[in-house]
């Protein structure tokens, strides 16, 4: 069991240094698609390597540009979402210094924010409002945190803003990890004390997963407040996630 374990972690930790090199070598020299298309080649080889299997679950068409919120379960998340969609994602900070990944994430144009940073808000916010009026998918996670699957905590409202400025529509997307039964996975959810390491090893050393992605219903953001989408989006996510189960 250890020398399977061993090996399914070299097989992620080679796929990681293929990345990092692909992430400096390859993105600054090609397109936007391109880009996209080896994000999301890489995403479902690494969950792949992870025993994750992705399906997009029955809903909304998925919008090319817009404002894309989801609720946050995993560290899993970004490459579920980029497996199937590729974005560009807003995170929490902490995830910057994450082993590997978290360079690789900002290699790949993640924008890491710190919490209670008014001014880098501000800037940051610019940014994303330049980013969608570019015709981009830029992707956040309104929690802020993760929390346990079935539960969503309140959205935040103040990245909802950048869809009003950018004149774009907010598509929430429902995200939940099952096993062959359909149950929740909770061998994936990344609470608490949990270090990335320690979920890592769960992960590789536990049953296959399915991550389990629903687009929804799409929210015009014309005319409207940041905390109506924020609730709206809230109250969307939720609702999908207890249909799922």
Request: hydrophobic share 50%.
């Amino acid at each position: 069991m250890k020398i399977r374990l061993a090996l399914r972690l070299a097989r992620v930790v080679v796929h990681l240094v293929a990345g990092l090199a692909t992430c400096a070598l390859v993105f600054p020299l090609v397109s936007l698609a391109t880009r996209e298309r080896l994000t999301r080649r890489w995403s479902r080889k690494l969950l792949g390597l992870c025993r994750v299997s992705v399906e997009q679950a029955p809903g909304a068409p998925v919008l090319e540009h817009a404002l894309i919120v989801a609720n946050h379960v995993s560290w899993l998340d970004i490459f579920v979402i980029n497996a199937l969609h590729p974005c560009r994602f807003v995170a929490k900070a902490e995830i910057r210094s994450w082993p590997v990944l978290g360079w690789l994430a900002a290699a790949a144009g993640t924008v890491f924010i710190a919490r209670g940073n008014r001014r880098e808000l501000r800037h940051i916010f610019k940014g994303l409002v330049t980013v969608l009026q570019e015709g981009q998918r830029v992707a956040f996670f309104p929690e802020g945190t993760t929390s346990r699957q079935g539960e969503v905590l309140p959205f935040h409202a103040n990245l909802f803003e950048a869809a009003i400025d950018a004149k774009v529509a907010v598509q929430p997307y429902a995200l939940s990890y099952v096993d062959a039964s359909g149950a929740y996975h909770h061998s994936v959810d990344y609470t608490g004390d949990t270090t990335f390491v320690d979920s890592l090893f769960t992960i590789l050393e536990g049953k296959p997963v399915i991550a389990r992605l629903q687009p929804l219903a799409p929210i015009d953001a014309t005319g409207a407040h940041r905390r109506e989408l924020a609730e709206a989006a809230q109250e969307a996510v939720g609702a999908a996630l207890l249909c799922d189960m």
